[in-house]
């Protein structure tokens, strides 16, 4: 069935190092989405990318769609303990209302 | 503006019995799209109402079942629990304008427990 899959599964980074995260799907996607969820808390969504090639920043996050549209990666750009959490990127399922979620990636800053 | 709101927050049920969720969407949305999420993992569809119907279906078995009232909110009923339920269960709300990618927002969750 149709899949999509995060690496890492977890990061541990010092605090301002950089940090990627990487989603591939096993079908093409009409669009991805990015979510964050803190320990303890829910997600939240950050982005929807929609576009074949697509990159889109957020202060020091850069996210970007592959050009075949089964892939994106999210960056972070010199870490803080704010960004503590797990990554999740979740794109549209068969049918066209379901949405399904990668498994995470979880990101640990050393202070 | 209210967000979502779930109740209740957690809950600890037996083998064998039975439990109700509760969700009220976001103000203005009318879409209500309902996930388990196991420790660890990502969030896994169960299904999504929308007009008090359900609209789409994700693999879990005829025990998960939902509702959806006239003002939106939604139910989900879970019978027979099997230790296996034990999860964090999410509602998710949106506004229907082409199906799964409307942006969701999700609640803070309901964290069953069973024993």
């Known amino acids: 069935g149709q899949q999509v899959m995060q690496i890492p599964q977890y990061q541990h980074v010092q605090e301002g190092e950089d940090f990627t995260t990487y989603c591939n799907s096993s079908?093409?996607?009409?669009?991805i989405q990015w979510y964050k969820q803190r320990p303890g808390g829910h997600p939240v969504f950050l982005i929807q990318?929609?576009?074949?090639?697509e990159v889109k920043k957020q202060k020091r996050l850069t996210f970007q769609f592959g050009e075949a549209k089964k892939n994106s990666s999210l960056h972070i750009t010199a870490t803080q303990t704010t960004d503590v959490g797990t990554y999740f990127c979740?794109?549209?399922?068969?049918?066209?209302?379901?949405?399904?979620f990668g498994a995470g990636t979880r990101l640990f800053v050393k202070a | 503006d209210a967000g979502v709101t779930q109740s209740p927050t957690h809950l600890i049920k037996t083998r064998g019995q039975q439990v109700t969720l509760r969700c009220s969407p976001k103000?203005?949305?009318?879409?209500v799209s309902w996930y388990q999420q196991a420790l660890g993992q990502g969030p896994q569809f169960i299904f999504q109402?929308?007009?008090?119907?359900?609209?789409q279906r994700g693999n879990f078995p005829d025990r998960f079942s939902g509702h959806q009232f006239p003002n939106y909110s939604s139910e989900l009923n879970v019978n027979a629990l099997l230790l296996g339920d034990s999860a964090l269960y999410l509602c998710a709300s949106s506004l229907m304008a082409g199906g799964s990618t409307d942006t969701q927002y999700f609640g803070p969750g309901t964290r069953l427990t069973v024993l």
């Open positions: 990318l929609v576009k074949s090639g």
């Open positions: 109402y929308y007009e008090e119907e359900e609209r």
């Open positions: 979740a794109g549209p399922g068969t049918g066209g209302f379901k949405t399904i």
């Open positions: 079908t093409t996607l009409s669009n």
């Open positions: 103000s203005g949305h009318d879409t």
